[in-house]
């Protein structure tokens, strides 16, 4: 199990406690094997996802280093499959509520 410092547990309570906590881990997983297979970062996969879903009209995104910034960049130019869409969204669907 993980340990996370108690003040950021405190401040995102319900992500950072069972059954969220593993759900959550579980999705970065699969944000990093999705990334993997497209050689880019779990983050430029998440971004691609974000700007492609229709209620968003703008990822408002930063970083703290210049490349977290690059990554960012990228993302724009990312272009994930439907299967691999489908995929994300399905795993949300089934992440408990």
Request: hydrophobic share 45%; proline share 5%; no cysteine.
């Amino acid at each position: 199990m993980i340990t996370l410092p108690k003040a950021l547990v405190d401040k995102f309570n319900r992500e950072f406690q069972e059954p969220r906590l593993s759900a959550n881990l579980e999705l970065v997983e699969l944000l990093r094997r999705i990334g993997k297979q497209h050689n880019t970062s779990p983050g430029e996969v998440a971004i691609d996802w974000t700007l492609r879903h229709p209620a968003v009209t703008a990822a408002i995104v930063g970083g703290r280093t210049a490349v977290q910034v690059e990554d960012t960049v990228r993302a724009a130019s990312l272009a994930l499959s439907e299967q691999k869409i489908s995929e994300i969204e399905a795993f949300l669907a089934s992440m408990p509520a």
